[in-house]
């Protein structure tokens, strides 16, 4: 596709229960990167895939959250055991390198609600 | 701590003036600033940005301006247009690389008022 694509746009769920987040980047990017809003902050990142190198999982809140990357292609974050706190809108952003100036681009965000 | 600050949450302004967004920085390492802007439902965009070593990169109704020493940057739009409403981040990098990404400020909700 042309832009950043996340599914699902919209997730519901209980608390206590995983939930796993899609993100296909643009093709021919390299890099890839989650972020998380929370209601009334900016934007916390998470985790960032470059290449074939590991990741860089420095933003990761706990141990409940996790992310994979196949090759530079499809990302999953999964959040398991969500807790109320974990509601946000969580948005994927690719570019074509991580260099310093490289802008991001991002998808539309999935909206996750934490009952 | 916060590194990249908006302390302004929304700002309004009427149709045809100037918008100033302002933002504030506290790490010395940050050398690339950007601004994106988003609509409600949308990922950001990127709208401009602005290397260290310019105080000003201007883009059609858009210019952003660095002042280093303050660790204070701007973004001025004129004349601001409905289709401008919408928040506004300031992100900054260091120039260690993106390895972890841009760090982003909480935004200013920008309403331009007809």
């Known amino acids: 596709g042309a832009g950043v694509s996340q599914s699902p746009s919209n997730k519901v769920t209980e608390k206590g229960k995983d939930v796993e987040l899609r993100c296909d980047p643009i093709s021919g990017h390299t890099a890839l990167y989650w972020y998380r809003q929370r209601l009334g902050q900016g934007l916390e990142f998470l985790i960032y895939?470059?290449?074939?190198?590991?990741?860089?999982k420095s933003g990761l809140p706990s141990d409940r959250f996790s992310a994979e990357r196949t090759g530079e292609s499809v990302s999953t974050l999964t959040i398991q055991r969500t807790q109320q706190e974990d509601s946000a809108v969580y948005l994927c952003a690719s570019s074509f390198s991580s260099a310093t100036n490289e802008k991001l681009f991002f998808g539309s965000g999935t909206q996750l609600s934490v009952l | 701590d916060q590194q990249v600050k908006q302390n302004s949450p929304s700002l309004s302004v009427q149709e045809g003036r100037i918008s100033i967004l302002n933002c504030d920085y506290t790490n010395s390492m940050f050398d690339y600033f950007l601004w994106y802007k988003k609509y409600p439902a949308e990922g950001p965009t990127f709208l401009i940005s602005i290397s260290s070593i310019k105080d000003k990169n201007e883009d059609g109704r858009f210019t952003v301006f660095l002042n280093k020493s303050a660790k204070h940057l701007s973004l001025h739009i004129v004349p601001s247009q409905p289709g401008d409403s919408a928040v506004y981040f300031c992100?900054?990098?260091?120039?260690?690389?993106?390895?972890?990404?841009?760090?982003f400020g909480k935004g200013t909700h920008l309403i331009i008022q007809p």
């Open positions: 895939f470059q290449g074939n190198s590991a990741p860089d």
């Open positions: 992100a900054a990098v260091g120039s260690g690389g993106g390895a972890d990404g841009l760090t």
